[in-house]
């Protein structure tokens, strides 16, 4: 006869929106940590940051950039002030990556038949032998 | 009828935070381990020149007794080191240097992560021969080591990649410390045991009071300290959340604490300095809630004594300083132990759930703030067990068992006293125990069982 729920004031209906995949709904925070992480005035400077920051060839930084706004990045159409930077870091990360791979493999796989003696002259285990960086001295 | 969500209970989330601090202590060790398998199975005996060897240094051909003395000799230097070290801690965070300190936390990590981590890394690269060039490796170095100098230093990095980092960060120092000759590091240990109970417990330890003096003022320690994820945020509202975020991020403890130590070594030409923090165990709980006006925070520190580090309300700082590069390592670990602190608050019981909010309080284990550990006892977890990997994994196995039950008899310690309590006493013994007991007895056994095809 009595209703057996929504008498507890605890009851709550809505959770929090951020997985709600039903509705496109904006999510609450911007940062990947939710309600622990950062505001969205603290969340724009620090984007801000990292983006700039990231120019000082630290890709690395872009890269978390875009995974510490990863719920800004996912949802298309939320915190537009932030998402300039994070969707530039994420650019500025792919072209960076790639050209580093591609130097990277280009190194890795030609090897002498590719650079020549200058192979040896630049390959790490040569370089650490030839500068004694392998023993603890 | 209506349906009351019954309180939750101590043992609902107990597992959760205890499974949150104990991942990242195993993932440690177990990386330690990866390490010293790959690489020590070459080289046989390599063993660095630091402060901790400096009275004796260990060769092969020396007697058994010879070798204990020597090692008891070079524990007391390290440890006398690490006392005065805290010291000084102490003294320049009573003279509210804490900028400095900030910094040179700061500036050890980034020697940590970029001299220690390339060494270990051009060591990997040696060992399996990847055809990597230097500009590519030392480009992906100074990313690595810029990054986690911003995120063990700045305060609202993403949590996972600050942990990582720290873990990192215990990985490579507790690798490092695996280089030092055999009996010096078991001695090294039950050493650095002694004194954290002693730095901790003792009325006139520099940890307690460097915590006490923490607990004065209300500030942050700076230290590394790993901080595990809160358990229960998932009730957390948009409207309470920046006050609940701005409560854990009080507690987090971002700087560490390093000092450096003059190298003793006449020619040393890269002084690295790394700065471990501190083990510290702190158990926060901070009830900031919106419809109670009830503001309790209980903070357990339980403090391991191996690094500096600052946390706020009182946490263990420990200070390495590794020199590695060239000419001699010097090591010193102070090492802060952060006592538990207490503070009482005006406390209203309204309701039921006030109540036993604050009884989860009482142990540290409520619905807010994470169970915090200094980075000094992930270190020396690690070296304990790293070391056993030298021998053999069973004496792995043996004494990572007998770390995790230490831990889990410090934390309930830590409920039960409620006051700042050292972590690293109970595992090392515990730890040093088994090794020899598994390494004297066990292994014979096993092994002539296994001989016999004798299986049980």
Known sequence: MEASQSDNPNFNPNP??????LSSSVPLWPTIDGPLGLSE???LSYARKFYKFGFALLPLLWAVNCFYFWPVLRHAHSFPRIRRYVV???VGFSVFAALLCSWALTFAIGGERLFGPVWNELVMYNLADRLGLTGWS | MAQNRRPQSVLDNMGEEIVRILAPVSLCMVLVVILVSILNGSSATSSVSSIATMAYSETSTDSSWDKFIGALLNSLAFVVAITVVTFVLVLLFYFRFTRFLKLYMGFSSFLVLGFLGSEIATFLIEHFSVPIDCITFSLVAFNFAVVGVLAVFMSKMAIVITQGYLVLIGVLVAYWFTMLPEWTTWVLLVALALYDLAAVLLPIGPLRLLV?????????????VYEARPVNCDHLDPRDGVTRRRVWRERRIENSNHQTDSNLS???NSTLNANDVLNSNLNVSNLDGTHDATNLVMENAVSNPSFN???SNGICSDRNLVSAEEGQVQETDSELSAPLID???NVQLNRAEEAANLMLEGIGL???GGIKLGLGDFIFYSVLVGRAAMYDFMTVYACYLAIVAGLGITLMLLALYQKALPALPVSITLGVLFYFLTRLLLEVFVVQCSLNFLMF
Do not use: F, M, V, Y
């Open chain 1, 88 to 90: 530039a870091s994420a």
């Open chain 2, 366 to 368: 409520a619905s807010s």
């Open chain 2, 266 to 268: 006449d020619e040393s």
């Open chain 2, 212 to 224: 006490q003096l923490a607990i004065s003022r209300d500030e942050e320690i700076p230290a590394l």
């Open chain 2, 309 to 311: 580090s600052n946390t």
């Open chain 1, 16 to 21: 929090t929106p951020i997985g709600n995949s």
């Open chain 1, 41 to 43: 005035e603290d969340a």
């Open chain 2, 343 to 345: 503070h009482g608050r």
